[in-house]
């Protein structure tokens, strides 16, 4: 099994002579002695070694088909099956060996040659089996198991296309396999095309109701839309076959944990790694669990596990690079060590020293600028970019967009637009990536967002551009191939300790918000009308560490008769959240009555109505908030903010300062009380406050796209510059 439904194997020989002669069947096999009875023909010898290899006995099968080479060296069917029973006991190199001679002596064996395909997958050489297999179907055109096999690792390359084509051929002759059906849906749905990889997963399960995977992937797909008690219902259904399947408990974890039910979710995930400590996918899972209740220690733990594990596995560095951003707790030395730690192995030397000498270094031609991410979607560094992409100025600039974009949707569309050229990334190694970017003389590559969702930072270590930038990702990417991070002098300061690889490059103004129309009204603060001040914050609960809750605590005690109102999706729908979080409050003496919980609201303009209910705003650490900040501003809430030493702690002030709100960012907790408690002495000044802030902030440099993009251009230009009289990088 490789993860989905298992390679298909043909050990049938061809005919050779009188094969079938009846000695193979009719005798049992405790009877014969082959090695004690000379008579036996090499034909009869496999007949009856291929009786002990069906019976599991490997040893007895092996001993036969040496014997048979003992009497021909070159026999090309003994050779084949010894390098099955080789496979068969995980020696995958000898089998290849075996198998190889095999074809060589016999250029017409198919068989010989699927087996062979077997063999390189198992030692993992996926493309030398690609070729193999397809050298089986250039013999035999309709060989069904080495067309499924040769669909498995398309699939494996990421070429769901040419996997999706193969898996129809296989039907149109065999439409009765309930493993094809299932490989088709999920090519299909690799590439976007849910519809018909739903049909799929159902006609596979027509045939086949236990088809656990195809009943996953239903699931799954349920799971994808937002449909979560059906993708539950579907994981409980494989799971009452099979009560220990690994796969079905992780992915019906996710779902729980997606459906806010976080504590059934941590249950579910911690069933599935006793049954195997060392699953990657379980115990990300588990990581994220904990990380969405705001247990950072724990999440850490478990990130940490899954990458020691595999070190090199993207998903897990993403996760650890992320949750430690939460941690108040490490050092500015000691997140500068574990990006490194985790990002150095990533590092390609021998990529180093390109030199670009064909490339054009006029320092005032058109320079070409290629964006890569997952997020030309409806996202919110999307939203953030956008303004971007729209004013770029294309008599001087030649836009090139890289999209990992499994689901394309209307921002999709209208990133398409913006740009001059447009380049899917779906189903390409990073190698692969890489090289179209540098076919492309890319001169500047722009890495959006590195560490978060399906981006590909690490596509920047085969130097496929000359000037390489990271943007929008929240610390130093840790790589040594990214050349300039982009950021503002509020972020980073002269005087930072934030530490990087990259050279800091600072922009008169770093986030740029998109006008939104038909936004809710701003309605008077409700401190008016309730007499009392009601707090509030939308951000992700995984930012409310114990600092956070002490601190907004003291908030509370310094405002008489105030409250907290706290919303983050479904986060607060399950009574257990709400207690374990009124339970946080009232370590530091706050009453449960004090703390509000909102629960999901899906409609965008209903969410941002929500902020009706709120004074003011309170920001967490170490990690603020950007869109939730920039919400607040221009619903009328103004946010208090605290400016800490990183990139991260950072971001709300300078959100508000740009704004046109400076004061509302101070430099420690006492200042952050008395911010709080001054814009909660006077309704009436604060609803003053309310009614103009969100024509000041739409007037502000945070909504000057013009402006904004001639800043960013200004940084390409002066880079190009840098590079093109020096033909160097920065050093770190």
């Given at each position: 099994m490789d993860g989905h439904t298992g390679k298909q194997v043909n050990i049938k020989p061809p005919i050779v002579g009188n094969i079938n002669s009846g000695l193979g069947t009719a005798i049992p096999l405790s009877q014969i002695n082959p090695l004690k009875k000379t008579s036996f023909s090499a034909n009869e010898l496999i007949s009856i070694a291929n009786r002990f290899h069906r019976e599991g006995d490997l040893s007895q099968a092996e001993t036969i088909f040496r014997r048979i080479l003992e009497l021909i060296p070159e026999h090309p069917i003994a050779l084949h099956f010894l390098g099955v029973i080789a496979l068969d006991s995980d020696n995958a190199e000898a089998a290849i060996k075996l198998i190889s001679k095999s074809t060589k002596l016999a250029p017409e064996y198919y068989q010989a040659f699927n087996n062979l395909g077997n063999a390189l997958d198992a030692a993992g050489k996926i493309e030398e089996a690609e070729g193999i297999y397809?050298?089986?179907?250039?013999?035999?055109?309709?060989?069904?198991?080495?067309?499924?096999?040769?669909?498995?690792?398309?699939?494996?390359?990421?070429?769901?296309?040419?996997?999706?084509k193969l898996f129809e051929d296989y039907?149109?002759?065999?439409?009765?396999?309930?493993?094809?059906?299932?490989?088709?849906?999920?090519?299909?749905?690799?590439?976007?095309?849910?519809?018909?990889?739903?049909m799929c997963y159902g006609v596979a399960l027509n045939i086949d109701p236990k088809h656990s995977l195809a009943r996953i992937g239903?699931?799954?797909?349920?799971?994808?839309?937002?449909?979560?008690?059906?993708?539950?219902?579907?994981?409980?259904?494989?799971?009452?076959?099979?009560?220990?399947?690994?796969?079905?408990?992780?992915?019906?974890?996710?779902?729980?944990?997606?459906?806010?039910?976080?504590?059934e979710a941590i249950e579910c995930l911690m069933r599935s790694y006793e049954l195997d400590r060392r699953d990657t996918e379980t115990l990300n899972a588990i990581a994220s669990a904990y990380q969405s209740i705001?247990?950072?220690?724990?999440?850490?733990?478990?990130?940490?596990?899954a990458l020691r594990v595999n070190p090199l596995s993207e998903a897990s560095h993403k996760c650890v690079l992320f949750v430690i951003l939460n941690n108040y707790k490490l050092s500015t030395k000691e997140l500068f060590e574990i990006h490194r730690e985790v990002r150095g192995p990533f590092d390609k030397p021998e990529f180093d020293n390109k030199d670009f000498l064909s490339r054009d270094k006029s320092l005032t031609r058109k320079i070409k600028v290629g964006y890569i991410s997952s997020d030309?979607?409806?996202?919110?560094v999307a939203m953030n970019v956008l303004p971007l992409l729209a004013n770029h100025n294309h008599d001087q600039f030649e836009i090139f967009l890289y999209g990992q974009v499994e689901f394309p949707d209307e921002i999709t569309e209208l990133c398409k637009g913006y740009a001059d050229h447009w380049c899917s990334t779906m189903q390409k190694t990073d190698k692969e990536v890489a090289d179209i970017i540098e076919k492309d003389e890319i001169d500047i590559l722009v890495v959006l967002a590195g560490r978060f969702d399906e981006n590909r930072p690490i596509i920047t270590t085969y130097r496929p551009a000359p000037i390489q930038v990271s943007f929008h990702d929240c610390a130093t990417s840790g790589l040594e191939s990214m050349d300039y991070y982009l950021t503002d002098s509020i972020l980073h300061p002269e005087n930072t300790v934030e530490k990087f690889t990259e050279e800091l490059y600072r922009l008169p103004y770093y986030y740029q918000y998109p006008i939104q129309e038909g936004i809710p009204e701003i309605s008077d603060t409700p401190a008016l009308s309730k007499g009392y001040i009601t707090f509030g914050s939308f951000n992700k609960p995984e930012k409310l560490g114990?600092?956070?809750?002490?601190?907004?605590?003291?908030?509370?005690?310094?405002v008489p008769r105030s409250k907290l109102l706290l919303k983050y999706f479904n986060h607060y729908d399950e009574e257990s959240m709400k207690q374990r979080w009124v339970s946080r409050f009232e370590k530091y003496n706050v009453n449960a009555s004090r703390i509000i919980f909102m629960g999901s609201i899906d409609d965008r303009q209903s969410h941002l109505a929500l902020y009706?209910?709120?004074?003011?705003?309170?920001?967490?650490?170490?990690?603020?908030?950007?869109?939730?900040?920039?919400?607040?501003?221009?619903?009328?809430?103004?946010?208090?903010?605290?400016?800490?030493?990183?990139?991260?702690?950072?971001?709300?002030?300078?959100?508000?300062?740009?704004?046109?709100?400076p004061e509302l960012a101070v430099e420690n907790k006492s200042d952050y009380i008395t911010c709080a408690r001054t814009l909660a002495t006077d309704y009436k000044k604060l609803n003053h406050m309310r009614q103009k802030m969100r024509n000041k902030v739409f007037k502000s440099n945070l909504c000057d796209g013009i402006r904004y993009a001639e800043s960013v251009e200004n940084a390409y230009r002066e880079m190009w510059t840098t590079w093109a009289e020096t033909g160097g990088y920065k050093e770190n």
């Open positions: 397809e050298q089986a179907l250039d013999i035999k055109a309709d060989y069904l198991e080495a067309m499924f096999n040769l669909g498995i690792m398309k699939r494996k390359l990421r070429k769901y296309d040419e996997a999706e039907i149109k002759i065999d439409p009765t396999n309930a493993s094809t059906h299932f490989e088709l849906g999920f090519s299909c749905e690799r590439q976007g095309n849910r519809t018909k990889a739903q239903l699931a799954g797909l349920y799971q994808t839309v937002g449909r979560l008690k059906e993708s539950i219902e579907q994981y409980d259904i494989t799971l009452s076959d099979d009560k220990d399947l690994t796969k079905a408990l992780n992915s019906k974890g996710i779902a729980l944990r997606k459906s806010g039910r976080f504590e705001g247990d950072i220690d724990k999440a850490t733990y478990y990130y940490t596990e030309f979607r409806t996202h919110v114990d600092s956070v809750i002490e601190l907004w605590s003291n908030v509370l005690s310094s009706d209910f709120i004074d003011i705003a309170l920001d967490p650490f170490p990690f603020n908030g950007a869109t939730t900040t920039f919400e607040s501003l221009s619903m009328g809430v103004p946010v208090v903010s605290l400016l800490g030493k990183h990139f991260v702690d950072r971001v709300a002030g300078s959100i508000v300062t740009h704004a046109g709100y």
